[in-house]
């Protein structure tokens, strides 16, 4: 079993910055993260991907996002994280974290945590 628990969403103001955090927990002692992402939903829109992370270090944005979000990962606390700065008023959605995990068990299955409303007021 996996289980993502996303946390740093909240209102701020245009221009500020936001760091968001998802903590996953695999119930397997062994396993491997093979892709962190992370996605957004604005209101009356689709689901798109934010930025991604692979095992091998390379990393993927949307190319409105460049230069302004980081995806990063800390293997020792098992959190993924998206530092935005600069934010705009069209940030402003439902963040969900995704990870794509490997065990013996399961194989590679995809998990989505619950998602951290982030609003952006100018």
């Known amino acids: 079993q996996v289980q993502l628990v996303e946390s740093g969403g909240g209102l701020v103001q245009t221009g500020e910055s936001l760091r968001l955090s998802c903590t996953y927990t695999?119930?397997?002692?062994?396993?491997?993260?093979?892709?962190a992402a992370w996605y957004r939903q604005a209101p009356g829109q689709q689901r798109e991907l934010v930025a991604r992370?692979?095992?091998?270090?390379?990393?993927d944005y949307a190319d409105s996002l460049k230069g302004r979000f980081t995806i990063s990962t800390d293997n020792a606390k098992n959190t993924v994280y998206l530092q935005m700065n600069s934010l705009k008023s069209e940030d402003t959605g439902i963040y969900y974290c995704?990870?794509?995990?490997?065990?013996?068990?399961?194989?590679?299955?995809?998990?989505w945590g619950q998602g951290t409303q982030v609003t952006v007021s100018s």
């Open positions: 995704n990870t794509n995990i490997w065990t013996a068990t399961t194989g590679s299955q995809d998990y």
């Open positions: 695999v119930s397997r002692s062994w396993f491997v993260l093979n892709i």
């Open positions: 992370l692979t095992s091998g270090g390379r990393t």
